[in-house]
DNA sequence: GGCAAGCCGTACCGTACGTTACGGTTCGGC
DNA sequence: GCCGAACCGTAACGTACGGTACGGCTTGCC
Protein backbone atom coordinates (compact mmCIF):
# COMPACT_ATOMS: atom_id res chain seq x y z
CA UNK A 1 0.00 0.00 0.00
CA UNK A 2 2.29 2.54 1.35
CA UNK A 3 0.41 6.02 0.78
CA UNK A 4 3.28 7.10 3.03
CA UNK A 5 4.91 10.75 1.89
CA UNK A 6 8.33 10.51 4.10
CA UNK A 7 9.53 13.68 2.65
CA UNK A 8 9.63 16.95 4.55
CA UNK A 9 6.11 19.34 4.83
CA UNK A 10 7.73 22.06 2.24
CA UNK A 11 6.04 25.01 1.46
CA UNK A 12 6.96 26.88 5.10
CA UNK A 13 10.62 25.43 4.48
CA UNK A 14 10.95 26.94 1.16
CA UNK A 15 11.92 30.88 0.67
CA UNK A 16 10.33 32.94 -2.04
CA UNK A 17 12.90 32.47 -4.49
CA UNK A 18 12.76 28.97 -4.32
CA UNK A 19 8.84 28.79 -4.84
CA UNK A 20 9.69 31.21 -8.01
CA UNK A 21 12.50 28.38 -9.18
CA UNK A 22 9.77 25.66 -8.71
CA UNK A 23 7.27 27.63 -10.26
CA UNK A 24 9.22 27.93 -13.68
CA UNK A 25 9.89 24.28 -13.40
CA UNK A 26 6.32 23.52 -13.05
CA UNK A 27 5.28 25.48 -16.41
CA UNK A 28 8.09 24.15 -17.83
CA UNK A 29 6.51 20.74 -17.17
CA UNK A 30 3.41 21.56 -18.49
CA UNK A 31 4.66 23.21 -21.28
CA UNK A 32 7.20 20.61 -22.43
CA UNK A 33 6.91 17.26 -21.74
CA UNK A 34 8.28 15.52 -18.67
CA UNK A 35 11.32 15.55 -20.55
CA UNK A 36 12.25 18.75 -18.17
CA UNK A 37 16.11 18.91 -18.06
CA UNK A 38 18.24 20.78 -15.36
CA UNK A 39 19.66 22.87 -17.78
CA UNK A 40 16.16 23.98 -19.05
CA UNK A 41 15.10 24.96 -15.41
CA UNK A 42 17.67 26.62 -14.55
CA UNK A 43 17.31 28.80 -18.03
CA UNK A 44 13.99 29.37 -17.41
CA UNK A 45 14.19 30.16 -13.95
CA UNK A 46 17.59 32.53 -14.28
CA UNK A 47 19.06 30.34 -12.21
CA UNK A 48 22.28 28.24 -11.86
CA UNK A 49 22.14 24.67 -11.69
CA UNK A 50 24.71 24.44 -9.13
CA UNK A 51 22.21 26.24 -6.95
CA UNK A 52 19.61 24.19 -8.13
CA UNK A 53 21.46 21.11 -6.92
CA UNK A 54 22.51 22.79 -4.08
CA UNK A 55 18.94 23.38 -3.02
CA UNK A 56 17.02 20.10 -4.07
CA UNK A 57 19.89 17.56 -4.50
CA UNK A 58 19.32 16.16 -7.73
CA UNK A 59 17.20 16.03 -10.65
CA UNK A 60 14.85 13.25 -8.29
CA UNK A 61 14.79 15.78 -5.54
CA UNK A 62 13.48 18.88 -8.04
CA UNK A 63 10.84 16.69 -9.63
CA UNK A 64 9.54 15.86 -5.87
CA UNK A 65 9.72 19.08 -4.86
CA UNK A 66 7.72 20.34 -7.95
CA UNK A 67 5.43 17.93 -7.16
CA UNK A 68 4.79 18.78 -3.84
CA UNK A 69 4.75 22.15 -4.22
CA UNK A 70 2.38 22.13 -6.50
CA UNK A 71 0.41 19.74 -3.63
CA UNK A 72 0.74 22.09 -1.30
CA UNK A 73 -1.67 24.61 -3.59
CA UNK A 74 -4.49 22.56 -4.29
CA UNK A 75 -5.26 22.76 -0.90
CA UNK A 76 -9.05 22.56 -1.50
CA UNK A 77 -11.43 24.42 1.46
CA UNK A 78 -12.76 21.99 3.93
CA UNK A 79 -16.74 21.11 3.86
CA UNK A 80 -18.08 20.70 7.39
CA UNK A 81 -20.95 18.79 6.90
CA UNK A 82 -23.22 20.10 9.63
CA UNK A 83 -25.97 21.16 7.17
CA UNK A 84 -27.33 17.81 6.74
CA UNK A 85 -29.98 18.64 4.34
CA UNK A 86 -30.75 16.66 1.08
CA UNK A 87 -29.97 19.84 -0.47
CA UNK A 88 -26.65 20.40 0.87
CA UNK A 89 -25.97 17.01 0.46
CA UNK A 90 -26.17 17.13 -3.04
CA UNK A 91 -24.16 20.61 -3.33
CA UNK A 92 -21.63 19.23 -1.42
CA UNK A 93 -21.15 16.09 -3.70
CA UNK A 94 -21.54 18.16 -6.63
CA UNK A 95 -19.36 20.74 -5.51
CA UNK A 96 -16.65 17.82 -4.93
CA UNK A 97 -17.44 16.31 -7.88
CA UNK A 98 -16.86 19.79 -9.95
CA UNK A 99 -14.07 20.40 -8.08
CA UNK A 100 -12.15 17.11 -8.94
CA UNK A 101 -13.07 17.13 -12.58
CA UNK A 102 -11.38 20.06 -12.81
CA UNK A 103 -8.64 19.47 -11.30
CA UNK A 104 -7.96 16.35 -13.37
CA UNK A 105 -8.10 17.76 -16.89
CA UNK A 106 -5.89 20.38 -15.92
CA UNK A 107 -2.73 21.25 -17.83
CA UNK A 108 -0.65 20.71 -14.50
CA UNK A 109 -2.56 17.83 -13.14
CA UNK A 110 -2.07 15.93 -16.39
CA UNK A 111 1.60 16.92 -16.35
CA UNK A 112 1.86 16.23 -13.15
CA UNK A 113 0.41 12.52 -13.52
CA UNK A 114 1.95 12.14 -16.53
CA UNK A 115 5.75 12.42 -14.72
CA UNK A 116 4.27 10.78 -11.53
CA UNK A 117 3.53 7.72 -13.55
CA UNK A 118 6.50 7.56 -15.43
CA UNK A 119 8.43 7.71 -12.07
CA UNK A 120 6.51 4.88 -11.00
CA UNK A 121 7.56 2.81 -13.68
CA UNK A 122 11.56 3.06 -13.19
CA UNK A 123 12.33 2.29 -9.64
CA UNK A 124 11.26 4.78 -6.51
CA UNK A 125 8.04 5.48 -6.64
CA UNK A 126 7.95 8.40 -4.50
CA UNK A 127 6.06 10.87 -6.92
CA UNK A 128 3.36 8.58 -7.59
CA UNK A 129 2.89 8.18 -3.74
CA UNK A 130 2.66 11.87 -3.66
CA UNK A 131 0.70 12.36 -6.04
CA UNK A 132 -2.13 9.69 -5.35
CA UNK A 133 -1.97 11.55 -1.77
CA UNK A 134 -2.06 14.55 -2.54
CA UNK A 135 -5.49 13.38 -5.04
CA UNK A 136 -7.21 10.34 -4.76
CA UNK A 137 -6.17 9.70 -1.47
CA UNK A 138 -6.76 13.96 -0.09
CA UNK A 139 -10.38 13.68 -1.88
CA UNK A 140 -11.26 10.54 0.14
CA UNK A 141 -9.81 11.99 3.21
CA UNK A 142 -12.54 15.20 2.36
CA UNK A 143 -15.62 13.52 1.50
CA UNK A 144 -15.49 10.80 3.37
CA UNK A 145 -16.74 12.74 7.03
CA UNK A 146 -19.35 14.15 4.45
CA UNK A 147 -20.77 10.68 3.93
CA UNK A 148 -20.17 9.42 7.06
CA UNK A 149 -22.78 12.69 8.28
CA UNK A 150 -24.86 12.16 5.27
CA UNK A 151 -25.79 8.56 6.63
CA UNK A 152 -25.41 9.86 10.34
CA UNK A 153 -28.34 11.87 9.09
CA UNK A 154 -30.21 9.12 7.57
CA UNK A 155 -30.00 10.66 4.03
CA UNK A 156 -27.31 7.69 2.79
CA UNK A 157 -27.22 4.29 3.08
CA UNK A 158 -23.89 2.49 2.72
CA UNK A 159 -21.70 -0.13 4.97
CA UNK A 160 -18.50 0.90 3.96
CA UNK A 161 -17.68 4.60 3.51
CA UNK A 162 -14.31 3.42 1.79
CA UNK A 163 -16.41 1.53 -0.73
CA UNK A 164 -18.90 3.83 -1.58
CA UNK A 165 -16.25 6.93 -2.10
CA UNK A 166 -14.70 5.10 -4.57
CA UNK A 167 -17.94 4.59 -6.46
CA UNK A 168 -18.63 8.20 -6.22
CA UNK A 169 -14.46 8.48 -7.74
CA UNK A 170 -16.07 6.22 -10.25
CA UNK A 171 -18.97 7.43 -11.29
CA UNK A 172 -17.57 11.12 -11.52
CA UNK A 173 -14.19 10.36 -13.06
CA UNK A 174 -15.11 7.70 -15.69
CA UNK A 175 -12.90 7.51 -18.26
CA UNK A 176 -11.89 10.88 -18.09
CA UNK A 177 -8.56 10.71 -16.38
CA UNK A 178 -6.50 7.86 -18.38
CA UNK A 179 -8.37 9.50 -21.80
CA UNK A 180 -6.37 12.44 -20.94
CA UNK A 181 -3.27 11.02 -20.07
CA UNK A 182 -3.24 8.84 -22.78
CA UNK A 183 -3.71 12.24 -24.82
CA UNK A 184 -6.89 11.74 -25.80
CA UNK A 185 -8.28 15.65 -26.37
CA UNK A 186 -11.55 15.90 -24.43
CA UNK A 187 -12.75 19.28 -24.43
CA UNK A 188 -14.21 19.60 -21.06
CA UNK A 189 -16.05 22.98 -20.78
CA UNK A 190 -17.42 24.40 -17.25
CA UNK A 191 -20.58 23.14 -18.71
CA UNK A 192 -19.87 20.01 -19.27
CA UNK A 193 -18.01 19.33 -16.29
CA UNK A 194 -20.94 20.83 -14.16
CA UNK A 195 -23.40 18.17 -15.77
CA UNK A 196 -21.01 16.01 -15.10
CA UNK A 197 -21.18 16.48 -11.83
CA UNK A 198 -24.47 16.61 -11.45
CA UNK A 199 -25.87 13.15 -13.08
CA UNK A 200 -22.50 11.60 -11.17
CA UNK A 201 -23.82 12.98 -8.02
CA UNK A 202 -27.77 11.64 -9.02
CA UNK A 203 -26.53 8.18 -9.92
CA UNK A 204 -24.50 8.02 -6.27
CA UNK A 205 -27.89 9.21 -4.77
CA UNK A 206 -30.08 6.33 -6.87
CA UNK A 207 -27.55 3.85 -5.47
CA UNK A 208 -26.37 4.72 -1.74
CA UNK A 209 -29.74 7.71 -0.99
CA UNK A 210 -31.90 5.99 2.20
CA UNK A 211 -35.08 4.47 0.37
CA UNK A 212 -36.58 5.83 4.41
CA UNK A 213 -36.24 9.31 4.05
CA UNK A 214 -34.54 10.78 6.70
CA UNK A 215 -35.13 8.80 9.97
CA UNK A 216 -34.05 11.76 12.21
CA UNK A 217 -37.57 13.91 12.76
CA UNK B 1 -10.13 13.47 -30.35
CA UNK B 2 -8.22 11.40 -33.27
CA UNK B 3 -8.22 8.12 -32.38
CA UNK B 4 -7.11 7.15 -35.95
CA UNK B 5 -4.30 4.50 -35.87
CA UNK B 6 -2.72 5.44 -38.94
CA UNK B 7 -0.07 2.56 -38.76
CA UNK B 8 0.15 -0.77 -40.45
CA UNK B 9 -2.10 -3.36 -39.56
CA UNK B 10 0.56 -5.72 -38.14
CA UNK B 11 0.40 -9.08 -36.66
CA UNK B 12 -0.03 -10.42 -40.49
CA UNK B 13 2.76 -8.84 -41.74
CA UNK B 14 5.13 -10.20 -38.90
CA UNK B 15 7.43 -13.16 -39.27
CA UNK B 16 7.78 -15.64 -36.61
CA UNK B 17 10.95 -14.64 -35.72
CA UNK B 18 10.07 -10.62 -35.75
CA UNK B 19 7.04 -11.91 -33.04
CA UNK B 20 9.68 -13.58 -30.46
CA UNK B 21 11.70 -10.28 -30.72
CA UNK B 22 8.75 -8.45 -30.00
CA UNK B 23 8.16 -10.80 -27.31
CA UNK B 24 11.08 -9.86 -26.16
CA UNK B 25 10.76 -6.53 -26.29
CA UNK B 26 6.54 -6.78 -23.79
CA UNK B 27 8.86 -9.01 -21.54
CA UNK B 28 11.81 -6.23 -20.77
CA UNK B 29 9.11 -3.91 -20.96
CA UNK B 30 7.19 -5.37 -17.78
CA UNK B 31 10.06 -6.53 -16.18
CA UNK B 32 12.38 -3.41 -16.71
CA UNK B 33 10.43 -0.18 -16.52
CA UNK B 34 9.62 1.98 -19.35
CA UNK B 35 13.42 2.67 -19.85
CA UNK B 36 13.85 -0.32 -22.32
CA UNK B 37 16.86 0.40 -24.41
CA UNK B 38 18.00 -0.80 -28.10
CA UNK B 39 21.10 -2.57 -26.70
CA UNK B 40 18.82 -4.50 -23.91
CA UNK B 41 16.10 -5.93 -26.33
CA UNK B 42 19.17 -6.75 -28.92
CA UNK B 43 20.40 -9.09 -25.87
CA UNK B 44 17.30 -10.32 -24.63
CA UNK B 45 16.33 -11.28 -28.25
CA UNK B 46 19.53 -12.43 -29.43
CA UNK B 47 19.55 -10.30 -32.42
CA UNK B 48 21.55 -7.29 -33.35
CA UNK B 49 20.77 -4.09 -33.20
CA UNK B 50 21.23 -3.63 -36.65
CA UNK B 51 18.57 -5.73 -37.75
CA UNK B 52 16.63 -3.69 -35.06
CA UNK B 53 16.57 -1.03 -36.98
CA UNK B 54 16.24 -2.63 -39.86
CA UNK B 55 13.06 -3.85 -39.03
CA UNK B 56 11.70 -1.17 -36.43
CA UNK B 57 13.22 1.86 -38.21
CA UNK B 58 13.55 3.37 -35.16
CA UNK B 59 13.40 3.38 -31.25
CA UNK B 60 9.67 4.56 -31.79
CA UNK B 61 9.13 2.33 -34.23
CA UNK B 62 9.89 -0.59 -32.03
CA UNK B 63 8.11 0.90 -29.23
CA UNK B 64 4.74 0.69 -31.17
CA UNK B 65 5.54 -2.21 -33.01
CA UNK B 66 5.37 -3.88 -29.57
CA UNK B 67 2.45 -2.26 -28.26
CA UNK B 68 0.40 -3.15 -31.62
CA UNK B 69 1.93 -6.99 -31.41
CA UNK B 70 0.36 -6.93 -27.47
CA UNK B 71 -2.53 -5.14 -28.51
CA UNK B 72 -3.49 -7.73 -31.34
CA UNK B 73 -2.67 -10.74 -28.87
CA UNK B 74 -6.17 -9.50 -26.44
CA UNK B 75 -8.78 -9.83 -28.64
CA UNK B 76 -11.61 -10.85 -26.82
CA UNK B 77 -14.48 -12.97 -27.46
CA UNK B 78 -17.03 -10.91 -28.92
CA UNK B 79 -20.23 -11.57 -27.08
CA UNK B 80 -23.66 -12.34 -29.06
CA UNK B 81 -26.44 -10.32 -28.05
CA UNK B 82 -28.57 -12.94 -28.68
CA UNK B 83 -29.52 -14.54 -25.52
CA UNK B 84 -31.51 -11.16 -24.50
CA UNK B 85 -32.85 -12.31 -20.98
CA UNK B 86 -31.84 -11.09 -17.61
CA UNK B 87 -29.84 -13.33 -16.86
CA UNK B 88 -27.72 -13.38 -19.64
CA UNK B 89 -27.47 -9.92 -19.60
CA UNK B 90 -26.11 -9.71 -16.50
CA UNK B 91 -23.51 -12.57 -17.00
CA UNK B 92 -22.56 -10.88 -20.07
CA UNK B 93 -21.70 -7.23 -18.30
CA UNK B 94 -19.78 -9.32 -15.08
CA UNK B 95 -17.94 -10.78 -18.38
CA UNK B 96 -16.94 -8.02 -19.72
CA UNK B 97 -16.62 -6.10 -16.00
CA UNK B 98 -14.16 -9.20 -14.98
CA UNK B 99 -11.90 -9.14 -18.51
CA UNK B 100 -11.57 -5.64 -18.12
CA UNK B 101 -10.47 -5.83 -14.66
CA UNK B 102 -8.15 -8.80 -14.86
CA UNK B 103 -6.46 -6.76 -17.87
CA UNK B 104 -5.96 -3.40 -16.13
CA UNK B 105 -4.15 -4.93 -13.33
CA UNK B 106 -2.30 -7.15 -15.58
CA UNK B 107 1.87 -6.40 -15.52
CA UNK B 108 1.71 -5.89 -19.13
CA UNK B 109 -1.15 -3.89 -19.05
CA UNK B 110 0.36 -1.11 -16.64
CA UNK B 111 3.84 -1.77 -18.40
CA UNK B 112 2.25 -0.85 -21.75
CA UNK B 113 -0.25 2.24 -20.64
CA UNK B 114 3.25 3.59 -18.65
CA UNK B 115 4.79 3.69 -21.18
CA UNK B 116 1.85 5.33 -23.78
CA UNK B 117 1.22 7.83 -20.66
CA UNK B 118 4.94 8.90 -21.01
CA UNK B 119 5.09 9.14 -24.91
CA UNK B 120 2.29 11.24 -24.87
CA UNK B 121 3.40 13.89 -22.66
CA UNK B 122 6.56 13.71 -25.09
CA UNK B 123 5.55 15.14 -28.75
CA UNK B 124 4.20 12.29 -30.64
CA UNK B 125 0.84 10.93 -29.20
CA UNK B 126 0.99 7.42 -31.19
CA UNK B 127 1.17 5.12 -28.36
CA UNK B 128 -1.37 6.68 -26.37
CA UNK B 129 -3.98 6.57 -29.24
CA UNK B 130 -3.12 3.04 -30.16
CA UNK B 131 -3.31 1.61 -26.18
CA UNK B 132 -6.37 4.23 -26.07
CA UNK B 133 -7.79 2.35 -29.65
CA UNK B 134 -7.31 -1.13 -28.60
CA UNK B 135 -8.16 -0.87 -24.71
CA UNK B 136 -11.13 1.78 -23.93
CA UNK B 137 -12.51 1.96 -27.08
CA UNK B 138 -12.50 -1.31 -28.00
CA UNK B 139 -14.16 -2.20 -25.03
CA UNK B 140 -17.01 0.42 -25.73
CA UNK B 141 -17.31 -0.97 -29.41
CA UNK B 142 -17.99 -4.52 -28.11
CA UNK B 143 -19.99 -3.97 -24.86
CA UNK B 144 -22.17 -1.27 -26.60
CA UNK B 145 -24.20 -3.50 -28.86
CA UNK B 146 -24.71 -5.51 -25.87
CA UNK B 147 -26.11 -2.57 -24.52
CA UNK B 148 -28.38 -1.98 -27.33
CA UNK B 149 -29.94 -5.51 -27.17
CA UNK B 150 -30.46 -4.42 -23.65
CA UNK B 151 -32.43 -1.78 -24.38
CA UNK B 152 -34.06 -3.57 -27.56
CA UNK B 153 -35.45 -6.56 -24.63
CA UNK B 154 -36.69 -3.89 -22.40
CA UNK B 155 -34.34 -4.45 -20.47
CA UNK B 156 -32.08 -1.46 -20.48
CA UNK B 157 -33.15 2.19 -20.31
CA UNK B 158 -30.90 4.71 -21.40
CA UNK B 159 -30.64 7.67 -23.64
CA UNK B 160 -27.39 7.30 -25.19
CA UNK B 161 -25.59 4.00 -25.04
CA UNK B 162 -21.97 5.97 -25.13
CA UNK B 163 -23.13 7.84 -21.64
CA UNK B 164 -24.26 4.59 -20.59
CA UNK B 165 -21.46 2.58 -21.38
CA UNK B 166 -18.91 5.45 -19.69
CA UNK B 167 -21.18 4.70 -16.47
CA UNK B 168 -20.37 1.28 -16.54
CA UNK B 169 -16.89 2.15 -17.42
CA UNK B 170 -16.48 4.36 -14.44
CA UNK B 171 -18.56 1.58 -12.12
CA UNK B 172 -15.73 -0.90 -12.85
CA UNK B 173 -12.58 0.42 -13.12
CA UNK B 174 -13.48 3.22 -10.14
CA UNK B 175 -10.24 4.24 -9.10
CA UNK B 176 -8.16 1.18 -10.10
CA UNK B 177 -6.45 2.12 -12.65
CA UNK B 178 -4.71 5.68 -11.92
CA UNK B 179 -3.38 3.90 -8.40
CA UNK B 180 -1.69 0.76 -10.49
CA UNK B 181 -0.28 3.42 -12.96
CA UNK B 182 0.87 5.94 -10.22
CA UNK B 183 2.67 2.79 -7.96
CA UNK B 184 0.40 1.72 -5.37
CA UNK B 185 0.46 -1.98 -4.57
CA UNK B 186 -3.02 -3.01 -4.78
CA UNK B 187 -3.55 -6.79 -4.46
CA UNK B 188 -6.50 -7.82 -6.77
CA UNK B 189 -7.30 -11.51 -6.04
CA UNK B 190 -9.68 -13.61 -8.81
CA UNK B 191 -11.58 -13.26 -5.99
CA UNK B 192 -11.96 -9.36 -5.22
CA UNK B 193 -12.31 -9.19 -8.93
CA UNK B 194 -15.53 -11.44 -9.34
CA UNK B 195 -16.85 -9.44 -6.33
CA UNK B 196 -16.15 -5.83 -7.98
CA UNK B 197 -17.43 -7.46 -11.37
CA UNK B 198 -20.75 -8.26 -9.77
CA UNK B 199 -21.21 -5.33 -7.76
CA UNK B 200 -20.20 -3.09 -10.72
CA UNK B 201 -22.90 -4.70 -13.16
CA UNK B 202 -25.87 -4.59 -9.85
CA UNK B 203 -25.23 -0.53 -9.86
CA UNK B 204 -25.18 -0.37 -13.47
CA UNK B 205 -28.71 -2.11 -13.63
CA UNK B 206 -29.78 -0.39 -10.55
CA UNK B 207 -28.72 2.66 -12.85
CA UNK B 208 -29.75 1.58 -16.07
CA UNK B 209 -32.13 -0.83 -15.51
CA UNK B 210 -35.98 -0.55 -16.74
CA UNK B 211 -38.41 -0.16 -14.00
CA UNK B 212 -40.96 -1.66 -16.05
CA UNK B 213 -39.32 -5.13 -17.09
CA UNK B 214 -39.45 -6.31 -20.21
CA UNK B 215 -42.52 -4.50 -22.73
CA UNK B 216 -41.70 -7.78 -24.72
CA UNK B 217 -43.84 -10.19 -24.20
C1' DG C 1 37.11 49.46 2.39
C1' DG C 2 37.63 44.52 3.11
C1' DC C 3 35.62 40.17 3.22
C1' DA C 4 32.90 36.16 3.16
C1' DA C 5 28.63 34.05 1.52
C1' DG C 6 25.32 33.23 -1.93
C1' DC C 7 24.33 33.05 -6.50
C1' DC C 8 24.52 33.59 -11.79
C1' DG C 9 26.47 32.17 -16.11
C1' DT C 10 29.21 29.13 -18.46
C1' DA C 11 32.40 25.82 -19.40
C1' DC C 12 33.57 21.22 -18.51
C1' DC C 13 33.46 16.00 -17.49
C1' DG C 14 31.64 11.34 -17.66
C1' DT C 15 28.30 8.40 -19.04
C1' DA C 16 24.39 6.36 -21.16
C1' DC C 17 22.19 5.50 -25.15
C1' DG C 18 20.43 5.96 -29.98
C1' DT C 19 22.28 5.08 -34.25
C1' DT C 20 25.61 3.41 -37.66
C1' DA C 21 29.27 0.48 -39.48
C1' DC C 22 31.65 -3.73 -40.15
C1' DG C 23 33.63 -8.41 -39.86
C1' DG C 24 32.14 -13.11 -39.41
C1' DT C 25 28.62 -16.83 -39.87
C1' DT C 26 24.67 -19.30 -41.59
C1' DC C 27 21.68 -20.64 -45.26
C1' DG C 28 19.01 -21.05 -49.49
C1' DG C 29 19.55 -21.04 -54.54
C1' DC C 30 22.35 -22.27 -58.63
C1' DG D 1 31.27 -25.58 -54.25
C1' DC D 2 29.98 -20.68 -54.86
C1' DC D 3 27.36 -16.40 -54.20
C1' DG D 4 24.55 -13.19 -52.16
C1' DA D 5 21.27 -12.12 -48.63
C1' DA D 6 20.09 -12.02 -44.00
C1' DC D 7 21.61 -11.75 -39.58
C1' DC D 8 24.55 -11.95 -35.21
C1' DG D 9 27.93 -9.78 -32.20
C1' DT D 10 30.53 -6.01 -31.25
C1' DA D 11 32.86 -1.90 -31.84
C1' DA D 12 32.56 2.88 -32.78
C1' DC D 13 30.41 7.58 -33.20
C1' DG D 14 27.68 11.59 -31.83
C1' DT D 15 24.92 13.72 -28.75
C1' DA D 16 22.19 14.85 -24.87
C1' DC D 17 22.12 15.43 -20.27
C1' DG D 18 23.12 14.81 -15.21
C1' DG D 19 26.37 16.50 -12.32
C1' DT D 20 30.63 19.48 -11.00
C1' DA D 21 33.92 23.34 -11.05
C1' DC D 22 35.10 28.02 -11.49
C1' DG D 23 35.24 32.98 -12.41
C1' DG D 24 32.72 37.10 -11.61
C1' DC D 25 28.99 39.79 -9.42
C1' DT D 26 26.10 41.37 -5.72
C1' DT D 27 25.02 41.92 -0.82
C1' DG D 28 25.28 42.24 3.90
C1' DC D 29 28.43 42.54 7.82
C1' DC D 30 32.69 43.97 10.30
Not at 150 to 159: H, I, K, M, S, V
Not at 208 to 217: E, R, S, V
Request: hydrophobic share 45%.
Amino acid sequence: MLHIVPDIDNSETLTERQKTVLDAALRLLVEEGDDLTMTAVARRASCSKETLYKWFGDRDGLLTATVQWQASKVRVAQVDGKGLGLASLTASLERFACDWLKVISSDTSIALNRVAVGHAGSGKDNLGAVVLENGRFALAKRLKPVLEAGRQAGLLEFADAETAFRTFFGLVGRDVQIRLLLGDRLELTEAAIGGDAIRATQQFLALFGAKTGPQGL
